[in-house]
C-alpha cells in the first residue's frame, strides 16, 4: 500500500526546556543582589517549560470563564467559574510568590526577584498574571490605612490560593483587585460618578457602576469613588465579616480580544461596604502606588511575551527547512531573528532594571526613586508599544503555522496589545512621563545621572544622549511632541543598560539600528556586520537537568 501522508518537516514541540535559563534574566538577578533566588527560579522554569504547564495555559484560553448571576432558584449568586487549569495556573504562582511575597521578605533584591518569577511564570500564560500582579499591587495602597493593612496584609501575601467566596479572615490566602475606570470617563477618573456616603459605623456605602473590574472573583477590592470630601479610595470585601454577600453585582462579562482565561467584568456597587483608604479627597495619590507597581508589572510582561516569541521562533526556524537550507541558516531570517532577540533582550533588561529601583527605591534611596519614576512610565509607554509588533513578527517566522491556533502564537499575538492599554495607554503613560518631568525637575538629572555610568562605551549611544538632553531643553510644544520624546528616553535608557551589562553583540546591533539610526521600518532590517550567531545564541532553548 502506498504511503500518502508521511509527515517530514514538521518542528517538534518546545518541551522540556527551562524557561529560566535566560541569560539577560539571570544577570539581573544578580546585580540587584537577589542571587539566592536562582535555585527556586531555576525550580519554575522548568516547570514553565513542561508539556503540563503549557496544557494549563491552553486549556485555559480554550476554556473561558463563565458567569452565573442567579442559582437555579433566582437567587443572585454572581460567581465566575473557571476551568481548573486557570487554578493550577494560579496556584503555582501564588506558591511562588508572585502575588506578593517581597512586602514581607527582607533579604536584598526581593521585588526584583518576584520580578523575574512573573517575568518567567508569565510565558506559560499571560491572563492570570493580571490577579497576581493586582494583589501585589494592593499592599502598598492598603499601607495608607494602618489599620487595614494589618488586618489584610498577612492574608494578601500568604503563599496559599484558597479559590471561593468566604469571609476573607476564615481563608488562607487572599486575592486582591482593583476597580477604576467608568464608562464616561475610562483613565480619567476624575470624572468618576460612583458615590460613597459615610456611616456611623465608619463604613461607606458605595453605589455606582464600574465599566472594568478584571478579576472579579477576586477577594478584595480597591476602587475609586466621590465622598463628601471629594474622590477617595475605598477598599470593599466580595464577603462580609458576618458572612453575607456585599453588594456588588456583576452585570456581564467582557468579550475581550486577547486575556480569555481571565474575567473582566461590569460590576454594579448597589449600596456596597466598603472601608476609607487613606484620607477623604485623596484617592488619586493613595491607588497611584498600586498603578506604579502594575505599570511595572505590564513592562514585565511585554518583555515576557517577547521572550516567549523570539524563543519560539528561533527554535521553528531551527527545525524548519524551506528553499535546501534550515531558515534559521538563511541570511535574511537571521537578520529577522536576530532583531527580535535585540528588542527582547532591551525590553528585559529595562524591566528588571526596574524592578531593581523599586527594591532600592523602597529602601529609602531618592536618586532610584527618581529613576523608577520616569523611567517606568518611559517603559510602560515604549516596551508595551513593541510588543504587538514583536508578536507579529515572531508569528510570521512560522509562516502558516503560526496563524493556526495549536500552535499557540495567535495567543501570543492578541495578548500583545493588552499591557499598553491596561494602567494607561500609550498616551497616558507618555504624558505621565512629562508629568514627573514638570513635578520633579530633578528627575531629569536624575535620569542623566543613570545614564552616564555607561558614558564613553559607546559613540553611537553618546549621541543619543545629547540629542536627548537638547530635544528634553526645548518645550515648544512639549506636550505635541511627547510620544517621541518618551521614546527617545526609553531608547536611550535600554541602550545606556545593554552597552553597561548586555552581551556585546546585542549591545552593538541595538546602538546601530535604534541609536545608529541603521535600521528600516520593520524587524528584520539589521545592518551588515552584526555579530547574528552571538545574537542568537541568547534564545536558545536550554534543556532542563
Same mark, same amino acid.
Given at each position: ?32 543582589? *537577589?542571587?539566592? =533566588?536562582? #535555585?527556586? +527560579? ?7 517549560? %513542561?508539556?503540563? &504547564?503549557? $496544557?494549563? !495555559? ?82 502598598? *495602597?492598603?499601607? =495608607?490605612? #494602618?489599620? +487595614? ?7 494578601? %501575601?500568604?503563599? &496559599?490560593? $484558597?479559590? !471561593? ?105 448597589? !449600596? ?274
Amino acid at each position: 500500500m502506498p504511503i500518502t501522508h508521511e509527515v517530514t518537516n514538521q518542528v517538534p514541540d518546545l518541551y522540556g526546556h527551562d524557561v529560566a535559563a535566560d541569560p539577560t534574566l539571570l544577570a539581573a538577578l544578580h546585580r540587584a543582589g *537577589a542571587g539566592w =533566588a536562582e #535555585p527556586g +527560579l531555576h525550580t519554575l522554569g522548568r516547570l514553565a517549560g %513542561t508539556e503540563q &504547564a503549557a $496544557d494549563w !495555559g491552553r486549556l485555559a484560553n480554550d476554556n473561558p470563564p463563565v458567569l452565573r448571576t442567579h442559582d437555579r432558584y433566582g437567587h443572585r449568586i454572581d460567581e465566575v467559574e473557571f476551568h481548573p487549569a486557570w487554578h493550577r495556573l494560579m496556584t503555582v504562582a501564588v506558591e511562588h510568590g508572585l502575588h506578593a511575597a517581597p512586602w514581607v521578605d527582607d533579604r536584598p533584591g526581593a521585588h526584583t526577584a518576584r520580578a523575574a518569577g512573573f517575568y518567567v511564570w508569565g510565558q506559560v500564560e499571560a491572563g492570570h498574571s493580571c490577579p497576581v500582579s493586582m494583589t501585589y499591587a494592593s499592599v502598598p *495602597a492598603l499601607r =495608607a490605612t #494602618p489599620e +487595614l493593612a494589618a488586618q489584610y496584609e498577612p492574608l494578601l %501575601t500568604a503563599t &496559599a490560593y $484558597d479559590f !471561593g467566596l468566604r469571609e476573607p479572615h476564615g481563608k488562607r490566602g487572599l486575592i486582591a483587585g482593583m476597580s477604576m475606570t467608568e464608562k464616561q470617563g475610562g483613565s480619567d477618573v476624575r470624572t468618576n460618578t460612583t458615590t460613597a456616603t459615610p456611616h456611623a459605623d465608619g463604613t461607606y456605602r458605595i453605589t455606582g457602576h464600574k465599566w472594568f473590574t478584571s478579576a472579579p472573583m477576586s477577594d478584595l477590592f480597591l476602587t475609586l469613588a466621590q465622598a463628601p470630601g471629594g474622590l477617595s479610595c475605598f477598599l470593599l470585601p466580595r464577603v462580609l465579616p458576618d458572612g453575607s454577600r456585599n453588594r456588588l453585582l456583576i452585570q456581564r462579562l467582557k468579550e475581550k480580544l486577547g486575556n480569555r482565561s481571565n474575567a473582566s467584568a461590569e460590576l454594579e456597587y448597589d !449600596g456596597a461596604v466598603g472601608w476609607l483608604v487613606g484620607e477623604e479627597g485623596r484617592g488619586v495619590p493613595t491607588i497611584i502606588e498600586m498603578v506604579n507597581m502594575t505599570r511595572l508589572d505590564c513592562t514585565l510582561g511585554a518583555a515576557s511575551g517577547m521572550r516567549l516569541g523570539a524563543v519560539r521562533a528561533l527554535h521553528h526556524t531551527t527545525h524548519r527547512r524551506a528553499f535546501g537550507a534550515a531558515l534559521v541558516n538563511q541570511p535574511l531570517m537571521r537578520n529577522v531573528l536576530a532583531d527580535l532577540v535585540v528588542e527582547s533582550e532591551a525590553a528585559t533588561a529595562v524591566a528588571l532594571r526596574l524592578a531593581e529601583a523599586t527594591d532600592r527605591a523602597l529602601a529609602g534611596d531618592e536618586q532610584e526613586v527618581l529613576v523608577r519614576r520616569l523611567g517606568l512610565a518611559a517603559a510602560k509607554y515604549w516596551v508595551c508599544k513593541r510588543g504587538p509588533m514583536h508578536a507579529a513578527e515572531a508569528l510570521e517566522c512560522f509562516g502558516g503555522n503560526g496563524y493556526v491556533e495549536e500552535s499557540g502564537m495567535p495567543r501570543l499575538y492578541r495578548e500583545a496589545p493588552l499591557v499598553s492599554i491596561w494602567e494607561g495607554s500609550g498616551n497616558v503613560a507618555a504624558l505621565d512621563a512629562l508629568r514627573a518631568m514638570a513635578r520633579r525637575p530633578e528627575t531629569v538629572q536624575a535620569l542623566f545621572t543613570e545614564l552616564a555610568a555607561a558614558a564613553g562605551a559607546d559613540r553611537r549611544l553618546d549621541e543619543a544622549v545629547a540629542v536627548l538632553r537638547k530635544q528634553l531643553g526645548d518645550t515648544a510644544e512639549i506636550e505635541y511632541r511627547t510620544r517621541r520624546l518618551v521614546e527617545q528616553i526609553a531608547l536611550v535608557f535600554q541602550g545606556s543598560l545593554l552597552v553597561r551589562y548586555g552581551d556585546p553583540a546585542v549591545a552593538d546591533a541595538f546602538c546601530a539600528s535604534r541609536l545608529g539610526g541603521d535600521h528600516g521600518g520593520a524587524f528584520g532590517t539589521l545592518p551588515t556586520g552584526v555579530d547574528t550567531a552571538g545574537v542568537l545564541a541568547r534564545a536558545e532553548a536550554v534543556p532542563s537537568v
